[in-house]
């Protein structure tokens, strides 16, 4: 029985074509075939890093029927490559039929790092980086659109979305009504291209910035949506609730053990209990 093969996902540049690397380029060349989103733009990459390999198709429109075929090369030994027309596999982009499946036949996968818009954009935009919701591309409906928005309207995470440039505006007209005015958008556009861009403000700011400059219409777009305020942010120091427990405790705890056991009922933060009833007992 013949070892079985191996599916590589493959990232490639997204822009830039120095951002391959170069296990990414050996493991093109090496593997039996590579199986690609678009053929022709696979094959002009390949030409430019003198890759020489078989390439046949496998997008969101075949992917399902195409499947069983590709498993079937991986089971008689052929290590296969995925790739997307640029960025990393499987993020917004087609394969996940394919590793699914993969991982039910109990078949070895292994994504090599590389690029992404998604962690490009996230990285050199100034919105908090330590959670965030990446929600692929917003409906093309209007209504849809902006049911979209109001259920993401109060997300406490930096959202991510991508948006192509006949959108554009139309999109941030719908965050400029749903998500009002305080809201901070970062529009990335071009990422590692020449004319990469980041733009920063409300969306009627953004707006006025594409309508007054068109040439910012134009390109692969990627929009960062800053978290919303949470009850807690908004709120200036502890609940009313966990100010009554903290008080009814001191009567007969020390400060810092009443704060603590007040944090845990309340699920509240014990070093902002512990500086309240502080002020509170110095403005007695």
């Not at 390999?53 to 590709?70: C, G, I, K, P, S």
């Not at 052929?78 to 996940?96: K, Q, R």
């Not at 090599?112 to 980086?129: D, K, Q, R």
């Amino acid at each position: 029985m013949a070892e079985q093969g191996i599916l590589y996902i493959v990232p490639t540049p997204i822009g830039n074509l120095g951002d391959i690397t170069e296990r990414a380029v050996k493991t093109l060349a090496e593997v039996a075939a590579i199986a690609a989103e678009d053929t022709r733009h696979t094959r002009k990459l390949m030409q430019h890093y003198g890759i020489q390999n078989d390439v046949f198709a496998l997008h969101e429109h075949n992917e399902t029927q195409r499947v069983d075929a590709v498993i079937e090369r991986l089971l008689q030994g052929d290590s296969l490559a995925l790739v997307s027309d640029a960025g990393t596999p499987l993020i917004n982009d087609p394969g996940y039929v394919l590793v699914h499946r993969c991982r039910e036949r109990g078949l070895k996968v292994i994504a090599l790092p590389g690029a992404c818009a998604v962690t490009v954009a996230l990285s050199a935009a100034g919105l908090p980086t330590d959670r965030f919701a990446f929600e692929g591309f917003l409906p093309s409906k209007p209504q849809q659109r902006r049911a979209k928005l109001e259920a993401l309207k109060t997300e406490t995470r930096t959202v991510v979305v991508y948006e192509s440039p006949h959108r554009i505006l139309h999109t941030l007209t719908d965050m400029n009504v749903v998500l009002g005015s305080g809201r901070q958008i970062v529009l990335a556009r071009e990422l590692t291209k020449q004319f990469e861009t980041y733009l920063n403000g409300t969306a009627a700011e953004l707006l006025q910035a594409l309508t007054d400059d068109t040439n910012q219409q134009r390109g692969e777009m990627v929009l960062l949506i800053a978290p919303a305020q949470s009850e807690a942010d908004v709120r200036d120091g502890p609940g009313e609730a966990a100010k009554r427990t903290l008080l009814l405790l001191l009567e007969e705890l020390p400060l810092k053990k009443a704060a603590a056991m007040t944090a845990k009922i309340h699920d509240e933060r014990k070093n902002e209990l512990y500086q309240w009833a502080l002020e509170n007992k110095n403005n007695e």
